[in-house]
């Protein structure tokens, strides 16, 4: 600690000194304490702020990892193409849905069964009845129009949907079954009239009787309900378009390569972030000062687990290394993704990819094993190590903060107190000349000398 001085000339001038200068110096040198506080607190904090920036970038490793280890992830997608999408097309192919060929043959196509009434005039009054399969509908005043009587059989539950129709001829009635196929095939008959134009009978007509799909796949006679086919090839919605009962469609289901190809780069890309991240703590800032986490245990330790489990040997199946996939380890620890290598192996050996990053029956897969790692690693609560050595940082910075807030109270009172004394010491230095001058008339009264003869 630094010595300070007082300065106030002649002690018998009268002009004492600067006690709010004199102040600072000693608080200067109390807060000079503070000063490795406050610099191991900033080196702290620097290394929380590292340590944050590689946790954010595990976890987003450990997401990309996520898509693949996902038993509904990208490895269970499927893709299917039609040879003749005029006929039927693909509009589905779920996790379930196994990759192959099949031969798809419509012969006819589902109808819903549909009715129409003859046309009246829009704003007639109607009277009568109408029966729904077997449900007869009264007409009242609520529902004596096209319009009202509309609505009631929608609000009804009757198993038809009701519109109201303009035709050149006037307004129709029309229903259509709300169940597709011959199951939609109710009766409707009308006993409706038209009271406005003197009771003449509104019949009702059937326009389209309801049927069934007729289809052959892989020369298995099957029929369906509704054009929309989710039954006939397990996993597969197929959307049939016309028939063609000479027209062999071919149906190819097959796994989704290139989502596949997609997420194992995204992983090899989070992956060199990581690497990255700790390579980077291994060197100098741009000014030449060594980065927060140079030296840190903790740094040496992750880069140690990531490359131990990323050279982890699978027990089962034809895939058993990353780079039987074309992943290879560079000199600085990060990636490289041979894409043609991984094409091929997905092309001759795709469940065998599946079985590697997915959870294994007696056995740990390669997915697993890199999960496992990941969590330990991870900054989650409680045993992730970014987590604890951030734990263990903020446990030193609180040590530092309060070391750091009691110097500040004790500095506050010294303050305080040298203030008054050094006030009260200079208000003595002051006075000094005045009393000197009493002093001098005193004796001068006493002795009879005079200092100042000529005055």
């Given at each position: 600690m630094g010595t300070v001085g007082i300065s106030f000339g002649s002690p018998t001038s009268g002009q004492g000194f600067d006690v709010s200068?004199?102040?600072?110096?000693?608080?200067?040198?109390?807060?000079?304490?503070?000063?490795?506080?406050?610099?191991?607190?900033?080196?702290?904090?620097?290394?929380?702020?590292?340590?944050?920036?590689i946790g954010t970038d595990l976890s987003t490793l450990a997401s990309s990892l996520t898509n693949l280890t996902d038993v509904q992830g990208v490895l269970s997608e499927k893709e299917g193409s039609s040879s003749d999408e005029s006929i039927l097309t693909l509009t589905g192919a779920d996790s379930s849905a196994i990759a192959g060929s099949h031969t798809v043959t419509v012969n006819t196509l589902a109808s819903t069964a549909s009715w129409y009434s003859a046309a009246v005039n829009s704003g007639d009054t109607l009277a009568g009845s109408l029966t729904i399969n077997g449900q007869t509908i009264t007409i009242d005043s609520s529902n004596d129009t096209l319009a009202t009587l509309a609505s009631a059989i929608n609000s009804g539950g009757y198993g038809v949907t009701a519109n109201v129709l303009t035709t050149?001829?006037?307004?129709?009635?029309s229903l259509v079954s709300q169940?597709?196929?011959?199951?939609?095939?109710?009766?409707?008959?009308?006993?409706?009239?038209?009271?406005?134009?003197?009771?003449?009978?509104i019949g009702i007509t059937q326009a389209q009787?309801?049927?069934?799909a007729s289809l052959t796949v892989d020369?298995?006679?099957?029929?369906?309900?509704?054009?929309?086919?989710t039954d006939a090839i397990p996993g597969v919605t197929m959307q049939l378009l016309s028939a063609s009962s000479s027209t062999d469609v071919q149906v190819e289901i097959t796994n989704d390569n290139s989502d596949v190809e997609s997420d194992v780069t995204s992983f090899v890309n989070a992956y060199n972030t990581v690497i990255g991240d700790l390579n980077t703590q291994e060197g100098n800032d741009s000014s030449g000062n060594s980065e927060p986490l140079d030296g840190n245990p903790a740094v040496a330790m992750i880069q140690e687990q990531l490359e131990t489990a990323l050279n982890f040997t699978q027990s089962s199946g034809v895939i058993t290394s990353l780079t039987q996939l074309g992943v290879s380890m560079n000199d600085d620890g990060t990636l490289t993704l041979d894409t043609d290598t991984l094409n091929s192996e997905l092309s001759s050996n795709y469940q065998d990819v599946v079985n590697f990053f997915q959870p294994g029956s007696g056995f740990t897969s390669f997915g697993d094993n890199l999960t496992s790692a990941l969590n330990a690693l991870?900054?989650?609560?409680?045993?992730?190590?970014?987590?604890?050595?951030?734990?263990?940082?903020?446990?030193e910075e609180s040590t530092l903060n309060t070391n750091i807030?009691?110097?500040?109270?004790?500095?506050?009172?010294?303050?305080?107190?040298?203030?008054?004394?050094?006030n009260a010491a200079n208000d003595t230095l002051e006075e000094i000349p005045s009393q000197v001058n009493e002093v001098n008339e005193l004796y001068s009264?006493?002795?009879?000398?005079?200092?100042?003869?000529n005055g």
């Amino acid at each position: 600690m630094g010595t300070v001085g007082i300065s106030f000339g002649s002690p018998t001038s009268g002009q004492g000194f600067d006690v709010s200068s004199t102040v600072s110096q000693i608080v200067a040198n109390l807060q000079a304490i503070e000063t490795p506080w406050q610099t191991e607190l900033t080196a702290l904090q620097s290394q929380d702020t590292a340590l944050t920036s590689i946790g954010t970038d595990l976890s987003t490793l450990a997401s990309s990892l996520t898509n693949l280890t996902d038993v509904q992830g990208v490895l269970s997608e499927k893709e299917g193409s039609s040879s003749d999408e005029s006929i039927l097309t693909l509009t589905g192919a779920d996790s379930s849905a196994i990759a192959g060929s099949h031969t798809v043959t419509v012969n006819t196509l589902a109808s819903t069964a549909s009715w129409y009434s003859a046309a009246v005039n829009s704003g007639d009054t109607l009277a009568g009845s109408l029966t729904i399969n077997g449900q007869t509908i009264t007409i009242d005043s609520s529902n004596d129009t096209l319009a009202t009587l509309a609505s009631a059989i929608n609000s009804g539950g009757y198993g038809v949907t009701a519109n109201v129709l303009t035709t050149s001829s006037g307004s129709m009635l029309s229903l259509v079954s709300q169940t597709s196929g011959t199951a939609g095939n109710i009766t409707v008959t009308s006993s409706l009239t038209d009271a406005t134009s003197g009771g003449s009978s509104i019949g009702i007509t059937q326009a389209q009787t309801g049927a069934d799909a007729s289809l052959t796949v892989d020369g298995i006679a099957m029929t369906s309900s509704s054009n929309t086919v989710t039954d006939a090839i397990p996993g597969v919605t197929m959307q049939l378009l016309s028939a063609s009962s000479s027209t062999d469609v071919q149906v190819e289901i097959t796994n989704d390569n290139s989502d596949v190809e997609s997420d194992v780069t995204s992983f090899v890309n989070a992956y060199n972030t990581v690497i990255g991240d700790l390579n980077t703590q291994e060197g100098n800032d741009s000014s030449g000062n060594s980065e927060p986490l140079d030296g840190n245990p903790a740094v040496a330790m992750i880069q140690e687990q990531l490359e131990t489990a990323l050279n982890f040997t699978q027990s089962s199946g034809v895939i058993t290394s990353l780079t039987q996939l074309g992943v290879s380890m560079n000199d600085d620890g990060t990636l490289t993704l041979d894409t043609d290598t991984l094409n091929s192996e997905l092309s001759s050996n795709y469940q065998d990819v599946v079985n590697f990053f997915q959870p294994g029956s007696g056995f740990t897969s390669f997915g697993d094993n890199l999960t496992s790692a990941l969590n330990a690693l991870s900054n989650s609560a409680p045993d992730g190590e970014i987590y604890l050595s951030l734990q263990q940082d903020s446990s030193e910075e609180s040590t530092l903060n309060t070391n750091i807030s009691n110097e500040n109270s004790y500095i506050s009172n010294e303050q305080t107190q040298l203030t008054a004394e050094l006030n009260a010491a200079n208000d003595t230095l002051e006075e000094i000349p005045s009393q000197v001058n009493e002093v001098n008339e005193l004796y001068s009264a006493i002795t009879g000398y005079d200092e100042n003869p000529n005055g």
